[in-house]
Structure formats: C-alpha cells, structure tokens
T-cell receptor, first 117, second 110 residues
Framework: NAGVTQTPKFQVLKTGQSMTLQCAQDMNHEYMSWYRQDPGMGLRLIHY???????DQGEVPNGYNVSRSTTEDFPLRLLSAAPSQTSVYFC????????????????FGEGSWLTVV | SQQGEEDPQALSIQEGENATMNCSYK?????LQWYRQNSGRGLVHLILIRSNEREKHSGRLRVTLDTSKKSSSLLITASRAADTASYFCATDGKNNDMRFGAGTRLTVKP
C-alpha cells in the first residue's frame, strides 16, 4: 500500500542550487498537487495537475516548475533555491478535481523537509 | 490567500474532555473537509461534509456546517492523548484546488 511517495525526506541546499522533489502515486489518481507548509501559514498550494500533460499554478508558484508526463509522477523542481524556499513540501493526490466532484479524499505524502542555506 | 481559517490556533484539554475547533471561510464551497496531521507526518483525511449537509458524524467526530455564516466546526468527544495533533479544514477553491487553513494545534493531556 504505497499511496503517495515523496523523495527525498530531507534535503539541504545552498542558495542558487537546483533540485527536484519527486512524487509518485499508485492509485491512478488524476489530480496531483504540491503544497508547502510554513509555521503559522498552513498549507499553501504551489502547483497542481488535473491529468497527464496538464498543470496549473496555485497560490505560490514563483520559483517552482512542475510537469506531468505520466499519471503516476508529478515532480517539483526548484530552479534556483532561495532561503525563502526553506519549508516542508507535501505532494498530494485525489481521484478527481475536488471542485467538480462530489468531494474526494486527498491523500498526502509524508513530506519533504527542505533547508536552503 | 487562505480560504479557511481555524480557531483557536491552539487548544489544550484534559483527556476525556471534548474539543471543539472552528473553521471560517470566505467564498461559497461545494464541500468542506477536515484533516489531521501528527507531528512530522502528512495530513490524513478525517471527514467530508457537502454544502447541502448541516451535520455529519464519524465515530467520535462531529462536524457541522453553516453555509450562511460560512463556518464549520469539528467536535472531538471524549478526547484521548492520541488525539494530540494539528487539525485543518480545507475547502474547494475556484480552480479545482483545495485550500487549507493554518490549523488548530490540539494537545490532550493524559
């Protein structure tokens, strides 16, 4: 029962470095998303995808890129890491876009702790 | 911007007491969900309530929704130390996304 798998769990980057956070789900979910969680801020949506080949921006997309070449994978790329991107990142998936459905449970990965120094 | 906002930010109670958390949101919704997050872990879905529902139960959880006031409450009855966690409400946004509040940190003392 893998569910949503994120890697790496922990990462330290230097300012200006780039990296990719990997996310994979094995539930054949159409909808996948990336959130960041900062103290006192709750979860903020970075990017989301409603299906393979389709991505869109969330609340805080600047500094991040995504792609969705397959249903299973939704990697998040940090182009040039900045200290402001120090955060906990969560990948999530659900069966379909919640706004158009009767409401679907969102499944979350365990999180990736990123520190940019 | 966040859609849902939880209140209070932190809540500390004794085991056996009831815990009530509130969520307010800004725009109309199709459904509202509550999630739980243990320290250092991902969020786990607890319960979903649709906009045409007023109350829903699941075990020791009771959720109410008042769309006229744009608010929801989560009641955990007979709390246990294991209920210690952060609780988030989430509402569907206008662009097929789900927006979360900042959460309520619940501490249940044994």
């Amino acid at each position: 029962n893998a569910g949503v798998t994120q890697t790496p769990k922990f990462q330290v980057l230097k300012t200006g470095q780039s990296m990719t956070l990997q996310c994979a789900q094995d539930m054949n979910h159409e909808y996948m998303s990336w959130y960041r969680q900062d103290p006192g801020m709750g979860l903020r949506l970075i990017h989301y995808s409603v299906g393979a080949g389709i991505t869109d921006q969330g609340e805080v997309p600047n500094g991040y890129n995504v792609s969705r070449s397959t249903t299973e994978d939704f990697p998040l790329r940090l182009l040039s890491a900045a200290p402001s991107q120090t955060s906990v990142y969560f990948c999530a998936s659900s069966y379909s876009p919640t706004g158009k459905s009767i409401g679907n449970t969102i499944y979350f990965g365990e999180g990736s702790w990123l520190t940019v120094v | 911007s966040q859609q849902g906002e939880e209140d209070p930010q932190a809540l500390s109670i004794q085991e056996g007491e009831n815990a009530t958390m509130n969520c307010s949101y800004k725009t109309s919704i199709n459904n509202l969900q509550w999630y739980r997050q243990n320290s250092g872990r991902g969020l786990v879905h607890l319960i979903l309530i649709r906009s045409n529902e007023r109350e829903k139960h699941s075990g020791r959880l009771r959720v109410t929704l008042d769309t006229s006031k744009k608010s929801s409450s989560l009641l955990i009855t007979a709390s246990r130390a294991a209920d210690t966690a952060s609780y988030f409400c989430a509402t569907d946004g206008k662009n097929n996304d789900m927006r979360f509040g900042a959460g309520t940190r619940l501490t249940v003392k044994p």
